[in-house]
C-alpha cells in the first residue's frame, strides 16, 4: 500500500462511525480501500464433561480489502487480514496472526485468488447457532496458506473451485523432520468444489472436498510412515425464506476416511482404517423486530458407534444496531457424560 494512501486510512478508520459494515478509506484514481473489523466476547460454559463458565475472546480481527481498476472488465484485487487470538493461560496477552493474505483477478467471469486464505468448507453449515451446534458437520480443513480459488456468481447460479498443495518445496521429504507430518512423506493436497442455484425463495447448494494424504497427527498420530490417509466430504444444503420473518435449513453431509499401507515402490496395499460419519441437521429462525429467535437439531453418526449422537441449541438475539447485537444461547448432547453449555455474548463491527 502506498504512504498515501496509508497516511488517509489511519484517520479516516479512527474518526470513522458504525454505519456501514466496513470503512471506505481510499477510492480515487482506480484505486479503492476498504476496512473492516469485529470484537467479540463471550461468557460460555461448553457442552461436555465437567466443564466449568469461562471468559472468551471469540473474535477479533481488522481487514483492509483493495481494488484496482485495470480496465473496464478487469479488476486487480488484494486482501490482508490481522486475527487477534486468545491469550495462553496464565498470560494476559493474545497473539496477532495473520489469517488472509492473497491477490487475484476479477471481472464478468468471476474472480481468481491465491495465497493465504479460508476454504470453501469454511463456508459450509446451516446451522443458526453461535457455538452449541456441537454434532453438525463440519471439516478440519477450512483454511490453508497455499490456495488457488475461483469463484462464480451470477445471482442464480453460483459456483466456486479450490487447490491447496500444503507443499515444503521438496520433492521428497520422508527424511526430513517433517516426516510426521506429512502421510507417506507426500505433501498434503485439498481439492474442493461448491456448486449452489437460486430461484424464488429457495437457495440449495453441495460442497465437496478431498483431502489426499492426511496430516497423520489430525486422526491418528500411531499412523506408520508407510501409511496413507486420505478423506472424502460431502454437504448437501437448502435453506428456505418464503414466510415472512422466517428462515428454515436443512442439510446432510458425510466424511469419509481411509487409509492404506504401502509397499516401498509407493503402491497401496492392505486397507487400515476405514471411518465414515453422517451427519444431518434442521434449523429456522424468526425475527420480530429487533429480536430473532433460533432453533436448531443436529445429528451425528459415526460408523462402529453403537448409538448416534444427537444435539439441540436455542438462542435469542437483540440487535443494538446494524453494527452490535447481544446474545445468549443454550445446548445440550446426548453424548456419552455430556452436560448442557450455555453462552452470552456480544458483537461489534464495522
Known amino acids: 500500500m502506498k504512504k498515501t494512501i496509508l497516511a488517509m486510512a489511519v484517520p479516516a478508520l479512527l474518526a470513522a462511525g458504525s454505519a456501514s459494515a466496513s470503512i471506505n478509506l ?20 461448553e457442552i461436555g464433561n465437567n466443564q466449568d ?30 486475527e487477534f487470538e486468545s491469550a495462553d493461560e496464565g498470560d494476559s496477552n493474545g497473539d496477532v496472526e495473520n489469517n488472509l493474505l492473497y491477490v487475484g483477478l476479477k471481472g464478468d467471469w468471476g474472480q481468481f485468488t491465491a495465497g493465504r486464505q479460508l476454504l470453501l468448507m469454511d463456508d459450509a453449515g446451516i446451522t443458526k447457532d453461535y457455538e452449541l451446534s456441537v454434532n453438525s458437520f ?24 479450490t487447490f ?71 454437504n448437501f444444503e437448502i ?40 451427519y444431518m441437521s434442521i434449523a429456522a429462525d424468526y425475527t420480530m423486530g429487533k429480536t430473532t429467535f433460533g432453533v436448531g437439531y443436529d445429528n451425528q453418526d459415526k460408523e462402529g458407534n453403537t448409538s448416534d449422537v444427537n444435539g439441540y441449541y436455542a438462542n435469542v438475539t437483540y440487535a443494538l444496531h446494524s453494527n452490535a447485537k447481544v446474545y445468549a444461547e443454550v445446548g445440550d448432547s446426548d453424548g456419552e457424560n455430556e452436560d448442557f453449555g450455555y453462552v452470552a455474548g456480544m458483537e461489534v463491527k464495522f
Open 26 to 45: 481510499y477510492d480515487a484514481n482506480g484505486v479503492k480501500v476498504d476496512a473492516s473489523g469485529a470484537a467479540e466476547v463471550q461468557y460460555m460454559q
Open 53 to 82: 463458565a469461562k471468559w472468551r475472546l471469540d473474535d477479533g480481527d481488522v481487514q483492509f480489502d483493495t481494488e484496482v481498476t485495470v480496465s473496464d472488465k478487469l479488476s486487480a484485487i488484494a486482501a490482508v487480514d490481522f
Open 138 to 161: 463440519g471439516s478440519d480443513y477450512t483454511h490453508a496458506q497455499q490456495v488457488g480459488k475461483y469463484v462464480y456468481d451470477n445471482g442464480t447460479f453460483y459456483g466456486a473451485a
Open 164 to 234: 491447496t498443495d500444503k507443499s515444503d518445496g521438496v520433492d521428497d521429504n520422508s527424511n526430513s523432520a517433517d516426516e510426521d507430518y506429512f502421510g507417506a512423506g507426500d505433501d498434503t493436497r485439498i481439492y474442493e468444489a461448491r456448486l449452489g442455484y437460486r430461484v424464488a425463495d429457495v437457495d440449495a447448494r453441495v460442497y465437496y472436498q478431498r483431502v489426499d494424504n492426511i496430516e497423520r497427527n489430525m486422526f491418528n498420530a500411531n499412523t506408520a510412515a508407510s501409511e496413507e490417509l486420505n478423506q472424502d466430504a460431502y
Open 239 to 278: 435453506e428456505y425464506a418464503g414466510i415472512e420473518n422466517v428462515g428454515i435449513a436443512a442439510s446432510i453431509g458425510r466424511t469419509s476416511i481411509d487409509g492404506f499401507e504401502k509397499d516401498a515402490g509407493g503402491n497401496k496395499t492392505n486397507n487400515v482404517f476405514d471411518q465414515e460419519t453422517d
